[in-house]
């Protein structure tokens, strides 16, 4: 403001001086030019008749000269005027009352160019510049030329004393310099209050502005922006002075579900809330930021170690979890927080801010509520991403290798087929098991063509067992993601018809919990499966939370019942009971039912007893290379035969 009003006070002042300069040259123009007529009228009138032709002719001496003298002293050298000449058409003064004047020839041209355009003509000068003494006034020069008897003999000069011209002239311009202040003044004042009210409004919103860029609208929360920059500056100091700073990302569990079913209002209402509670649990100097949808920041200084960050996630969790009033209903709702610590989880913003969201995703798959980023389960981290690199390479290569797990009808006791278990040969770590790569393949879309390798060999390999005379079925286990392929039946179809095997030695496993999020596209795909004629199997039965009366809905052939159950039933009641019921219902549902996990003689015996149709685990046999499938089948044929013989006998 104060840059403004100098700068307007500046360009005031430059206005209100050129108008004053201004009017000031017009004034002395004008007085010049009443200067000039003043000597023209003069010549044309008052001397002419008095003045011979003779005295433009030679230098005026003697009797003549005092006569001039006389002439000029009483009718011309008044009020102002201090001194005459007359000139020859060329210039030469003739006369002058300044007697030591005459006879001489000024060097300046004006005398012969009024002489010869009878134009009169004016100029300033000082009085001494031509000689002469005397003081040396500064003076205004009158040119006119003399006419007699209508011919144009000389030019007479008359210098007027320039103070009296100027003092008139300023005399005229000072009026106009009072008005012109006064106004200007009253305009510069007037400009004050108008120009307070604009910088404030122009002050108050720049900062809204930036307010706004820093903030989030709905919450009045830092937003991810300021908070990237608190937090680099709280990594700037936590380097000079020790003391560890945790980074936390803070995700509501199912508020989805509330902004679908009480809408957004509500959802809005909600989240601002939050971020109140949230902003109150904090010490001073900690921040919380949204960083948009339900997901929100944390900065937490001054911790002693990472024990400390979980006592401020716990604390938030609490504010988070007391019950919501929203439109008269009461709402719970839950939190999942991640957590990265400084200097141990990352040195850099983005790094920390990356590993409290794995850590976030970390503590939702667990429902553990809060937990410290850990690298090992870090699908995202360095190695994680190095493998999953290697992955790529290995399908291509043929890296991934088959294990076979057979099957075994308790009815009959005879192998009745195989599951294909996928491992990795990796040239430097070895064999690594499913739990190692299935995971982040899942998440990437890797896992389809593994899907595709896995299913190839193993139908390849049931068609070889085949050729050999063993009468075996073969398993394949499908994910997710394969669930939501529209052309993977196609793909089955292809594949059953290249190698002739019958659809139903195949079968397809899927676990539970993955028909659950897509059921529509799921029960789709299924049903184009089943017409293949290939047999569906669930896997890993009672690990999720899928109903039997839901199942009954998808064209199912089999039911795996989890290894869990199996494994324990010997020890714990309640498996039992499961493993017992699972058996009946399935059954009245048509299902055939496969037990997984079969470690004992006893086990066995038992799920005979109940009926179960097949069973599967480290009893008969872990999973084994291919090479090794058919020696092994062979054998328990023969073990099988002999036993049967046995008991004939
Ligand atoms: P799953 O389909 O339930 O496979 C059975 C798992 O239980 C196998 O582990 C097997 O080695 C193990 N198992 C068998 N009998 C016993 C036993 O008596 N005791 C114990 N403790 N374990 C037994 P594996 O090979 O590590 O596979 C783990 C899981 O990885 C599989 O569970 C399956 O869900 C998945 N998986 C394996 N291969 C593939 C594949 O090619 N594609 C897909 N999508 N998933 C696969
Ligand atoms: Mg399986
Ligand atoms: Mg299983």
Redesign the pocket.
Known sequence: MLRVLVSSAIALLVAGAAMLAYTNRYALDRAEQNASAHTNFIARTIVRDRLRKADFERPVTGRRRAILDRLFSSEVLVDGAIRVKLYRPDGHVTYSNAHDLIDTRPIEQTVESVARTGQPATDVTHLNDEGGKGPNTKALETYAPVYLQGKRVGVMEIYQDYGPVAAAAASSVWPVAAVLGVVLFVLYVSLFPLLRRVTRRLRRQVEEIEHQAMHDSLTGLPNRVLFRDRLEQALYGARRSPGEVAVMFLDLDRFKEVNDTLGHESGDILLREVGQRLAHSLRAGDSVARLGGDEFAVLALGLDDADGALVVARKLRQAVEWPFTLRGLTLEVEASIGIAMFPDHGTDVDTLLRHADVAMYQSKEAHSGAGIYSPERDVYSPDRLKLLGELRRAIEQGELV??Y?PKISLRTSEVIGF?????WQHPEQGLL???RF?PFAEHTGL?KP??RY?MREAVRSCARWLEMGLDLGVA????GR?LLDLHLPDEVRLLLSETGIEPGRLEL?I?ENIILSDPVRTRTILGRLKDLGVRLAI??FGSGYSSLGYLKRLPLDVL?I??SFV?SMMADDDSAAIVRSTIDLAHNLGLEVVA????TEHISAVLAALHCDAA????YS??MADSEVAGWAAEINLLRAAALEQLSA
């Open positions: 088959l294990h797990q599951e294909a278990l996928v491992r098991g499913p739990e299935l896992i593994l899907t896995v394949v286990n499908l994910s394969d496993e676990t896997d890993d795996k989890d290894k494994m997984e996990g079969v470690a599967q685990g480290f009893y872990a999973p």
